[in-house]
Nanobody, 115 residues
Framework: QVQVAESGGGLVQAGGSLRLSCAAS????????VGWYRQAPGKQRELVARISTSGMTEYADSVKGRFTISRDDVKKSMFLQMNSLKPEDTAVYYC?????????WGQGTQVTVSS
């Protein structure tokens, strides 16, 4: 069974930066588009950014120019560099393939941005 683990979250002031990491135990990242998702309190989970196997990226309008998604298929990992963080970025962040599959949701990593 493939396991996915997110890390790198924390508490940061507005304008600060964080780098999230995601590691998978299997090869799911190497053969699929992958994405970062987030869920804020009281809101639905949303796609933040995704990257294809060829490296093409897409971002939610709310994070364009501030977040950068990347992947390292050799290390079965993916990353999300988050700069210029805003309080509205506060959420639990998850990684998954794109489109997401329920069996690959991990515990997520909490990101809290204070104003």
């Amino acid at each position: 069974q493939v396991q996915v683990a997110e890390s790198g979250g924390g508490l940061v002031q507005a304008g600060g930066s964080l780098r999230l990491s995601c590691a998978a135990s299997g090869r799911i990242f190497g053969i699929n588009s992958v994405g970062w998702y987030r869920q804020a309190p009281g809101k639905q989970r949303e796609l933040v950014a995704r990257i294809s196997t060829s490296g093409m990226t897409e971002y939610a309008d709310s994070v364009k120019g501030r977040f950068t998604i990347s992947r390292d298929d050799v290390k079965k990992s993916m990353f999300l560099q988050m700069n210029s963080l805003k309080p509205e970025d506060t959420a639990v962040y998850y990684c998954n393939i794109w489109p997401p599959q329920a069996r690959y949701w991990g515990q997520g990593t909490q990101v809290t941005v204070s104003s």
